[in-house]
């Protein structure tokens, strides 16, 4: 048996499973001490089910706690960034894009130095050893605990970031350090971005694992723990603590592996409805599809994956006009169960009008028996306009596609949304959030250039794919359960060598 927490904004939800079987579930408000909300999801499920910790066999927890700490400019630290790509790049310095306050948060401690390599493996120019432990030596004067390292084109040969972090632990020992071969993808600046992301948030990910961990023994629970990342994936708790920006978007993707597999669908459009917004996706094979593009997050583009989500602002708590002809994007969000009418607020919000047209059994429905049912219509009308047209610039053809919808507000929806062949609500989707946690697979994936015209295309394929297995088996996978869950060929026509960007993810079944 396993559980499987969520910690949203506004909810903590929670399950336990038995196989394919959910034996309890909980959903709660989240708590201003996060560890005492975990604590109290995992006690309430044990106990409805009368299970004791001992027989668990994993705990897998979704966060949001360091997207909001970025967004929110708070617990990050100063970071030292070295790149190595010198005399290429050095009109773009790093940071060059970021918002004042978040450069000013993160600090701007940039050395520039020789080193990187062309698309094919070639040097630029040999690695600036001198220059890496001159850097270091300034870094721990200042006092600086964490580092990101970006070289040109590392993806394809990350051996300077390598030898630039032994470096720099030679004269730092304890210092946190980020490459940004492990974490983004081809094209220097989003990648540096994201390893600088990484960096400055080293700290809070030993905190927040620290703090998970305590909640466990708190509970008597000796089983392992892992945490969800954004691509329906796991890893385990050793590893978010190096990389806590692969849990970026963590939420929306762990309600759409819940929603797969609650539905059964692999293929379908996901729409998570939360207290103040709608989160949009696509399923591709039970997992979330990718975005293709730069992502931006709290003012910084990123190019490590991320699941291709549209959030709208509809929800639970959104804010409904009187005259019903405005919903949202303005909610009362977590104040929902004190601030709407059904609940004795007096605020006309999303679920007051799913009350009054007759199809949600939620609090006091009395309290807004006297709305105008033409208020209610136009309401109800807005509500499925909302959704009809998120529906529409998520699909990617004109033929019709399942949709899905989970999430405490799926309740707000109750009549056929064009473009979808059916609307499917299924049991427990008020935690799908939870469920996708528990019943995620570990991930992994590889993302190289290969010159077609040196290597056959077969051959490089079938390399890309062992690799990508490989590294699903090294971050706890069981061998005999992964398989490819996604390839994609990118022809780069301005390189020469017939090149090609060959990206695959594999996925397996926790090793138990």
Same mark, same amino acid.
């Given at each position: 048996?396993?559980?499987?927490?969520? =910690?949203?904004?506004?909810?903590?939800?929670?399950?336990?499973?038995?196989?394919?079987?959910?034996?309890?579930?909980?959903?709660?408000?989240?708590?201003?001490?996060?560890?005492?909300?975990?604590?109290? %999801?995992?006690?309430?499920?044990?106990?409805?089910?009368?299970?004791?910790?001992?027989?668990?066999?994993? =705990?897998?927890?979704?966060?949001?706690?360091?997207? @909001?700490?970025?967004?929110?400019?708070?617990?990050?630290?100063?970071?030292?960034?070295?790149?190595?790509?010198?005399?290429?790049?050095?009109?773009?310095?790093?940071?060059?894009?970021?918002?004042?306050?978040?450069?000013?948060?993160?600090?701007?401690?940039?050395?520039?130095?020789? !080193?990187?390599?062309?698309?094919?493996?070639?040097?630029?120019?040999?690695?600036?050893?001198?220059?890496?432990?001159?850097?270091?030596?300034?870094?721990?004067?200042?006092?600086?605990?964490?580092?990101?390292?970006?070289?040109?084109?590392?993806?394809?040969?990350?051996?300077?970031?390598?030898?630039?972090?032994?470096?720099?632990?030679?004269?730092?020992?304890?210092?946190?350090?980020?490459?940004?071969?492990?974490? !983004?993808?081809?094209?220097?600046?989003?990648?540096?971005?994201?390893?600088? &992301? @990484?960096?400055?948030?080293?700290?809070?990910?030993?905190?927040?694992?620290?703090?998970?961990?305590?909640?466990?023994?708190?509970?008597?629970?000796?089983?392992?723990?892992?945490?969800?990342?954004?691509?329906?994936?796991? &890893?385990?708790?050793?590893?978010?603590?190096?990389?806590?920006?692969?849990?970026?978007?963590?939420?929306?993707?762990?309600?759409?592996?819940?929603?797969?597999?609650?539905?059964?669908?692999?293929?379908?459009?996901?729409?998570?409805?939360?207290?103040?917004?709608?989160?949009?996706?696509?399923?591709?094979?039970?997992?979330?599809?990718?975005?293709?593009?730069?992502?931006?997050?709290?003012?910084?583009?990123?190019?490590?994956?991320?699941?291709?989500?549209?959030?709208?602002?509809?929800? !639970? !708590?959104?804010?409904?006009?009187?005259?019903?002809?405005?919903?949202?994007?303005?909610?009362?969000?977590?104040?929902?169960?004190?601030?709407?009418?059904?609940?004795?607020?007096? =605020?006309?919000?999303?679920?007051?009008?799913?009350?009054?047209?007759?199809?949600?059994?939620?609090?006091?429905?009395?309290?807004?028996?006297?709305?105008?049912?033409?208020?209610?219509?136009?309401?109800?009308?807005?509500?499925?306009?909302?959704?009809?047209?998120?529906?529409?610039?998520?699909?990617?053809?004109?033929?019709?596609?399942?949709?899905?919808?989970?999430?405490?507000?799926?309740?707000? =929806?109750?009549?056929?949304?064009?473009?979808?062949?059916?609307?499917?609500?299924?049991?427990?989707?008020?935690?799908?959030? %939870?469920?996708?946690?528990?019943?995620?697979?570990?991930?992994?994936?590889?993302?190289?250039?290969?010159?077609?015209?040196?290597?056959?295309?077969?051959?490089?394929?079938?390399?890309?794919?062992?690799?990508?297995?490989?590294?699903?088996?090294?971050?706890?996978?069981?061998?005999?359960?992964?398989?490819?869950?996604?390839?994609?060929?990118?022809?780069?026509?301005?390189?020469?060598?017939?090149?090609?960007?060959?990206?695959?993810?594999?996925?397996?079944?926790?090793?138990?």
């Amino acid at each position: 048996m396993r559980i499987g927490v969520d =910690v949203g904004g506004t909810n903590t939800d929670a399950v336990l499973m038995d196989g394919s079987r959910v034996l309890a579930s909980h959903k709660a408000e989240t708590t201003a001490n996060v560890s005492d909300g975990i604590v109290a %999801a995992i006690s309430d499920v044990l106990q409805q089910a009368g299970v004791a910790p001992a027989s668990l066999s994993g =705990v897998m927890v979704g966060t949001t706690h360091f997207t @909001n700490a970025f967004v929110e400019r708070r617990h990050l630290l100063e970071v030292g960034v070295l790149r190595l790509g010198l005399p290429a790049s050095r009109g773009l310095p790093p940071m060059i894009d970021w918002p004042q306050d978040l450069a000013a948060a993160v600090g701007r401690h940039h050395y520039l130095l020789e !080193g990187g390599y062309q698309f094919d493996g070639r040097e630029i120019s040999p690695l600036d050893e001198a220059g890496v432990l001159a850097a270091a030596r300034e870094l721990k004067r200042k006092g600086i605990r964490s580092a990101a390292i970006s070289c040109i084109f590392s993806p394809v040969k990350d051996d300077m970031e390598e030898r630039a972090a032994a470096l720099l632990r030679s004269e730092v020992p304890d210092l946190a350090i980020s490459l940004s071969s492990r974490i !983004g993808r081809i094209g220097l600046l989003e990648r540096e971005n994201a390893a600088i &992301m @990484n960096a400055s948030l080293a700290q809070l990910a030993q905190d927040v694992v620290g703090s998970f961990r305590s909640a466990l023994d708190q509970l008597a629970i000796t089983a392992p723990f892992y945490i969800s990342q954004n691509d329906g994936t796991l &890893m385990t708790a050793e590893f978010v603590a190096q990389y806590p920006v692969l849990t970026f978007a963590s939420g929306p993707t762990n309600s759409m592996r819940g929603a797969a597999y609650l539905s059964g669908l692999e293929d379908a459009i996901v729409v998570d409805i939360g207290g103040t917004t709608a989160d949009v996706g696509v399923l591709s094979g039970s997992f979330p599809r990718e975005s293709t593009v730069s992502v931006d997050i709290g003012g910084v583009r990123t190019n490590f994956r991320m699941p291709d989500i549209l959030a709208v602002g509809l929800g !639970g !708590g959104s804010e409904v006009s009187e005259d019903g002809a405005r919903v949202g994007p303005r909610s009362v969000g977590y104040q929902l169960r004190s601030r709407a009418r059904v609940f004795g607020g007096d =605020v006309l919000t999303a679920t007051d009008i799913a009350v009054a047209a007759g199809y949600a059994a939620i609090g006091d429905a009395s309290r807004v028996a006297a709305l105008p049912p033409a208020v209610v219509e136009r309401a109800v009308a807005r509500i499925h306009a909302l959704i009809t047209e998120a529906v529409d610039r998520m699909k990617t053809s004109a033929a019709a596609m399942p949709l899905i919808l989970v999430g405490g507000g799926a309740v707000l =929806v109750n009549r056929a949304i064009p473009g979808a062949s059916e609307v499917v609500v299924p049991e427990h989707a008020g935690v799908a959030n %939870a469920i996708g946690a528990s019943i995620a697979q570990v991930g992994g994936e590889i993302d190289k250039v290969y010159a077609y015209d040196n290597v056959s295309r077969e051959q490089a394929l079938e390399e890309a794919k062992a690799e990508a297995c490989a590294n699903a088996v090294a971050a706890g996978a069981a061998a005999t359960t992964v398989r490819v869950v996604d390839l994609e060929e990118l022809p780069l026509n301005y390189m020469p060598g017939n090149a090609v960007r060959v990206r695959v993810k594999a996925a397996g079944d926790l090793e138990q």
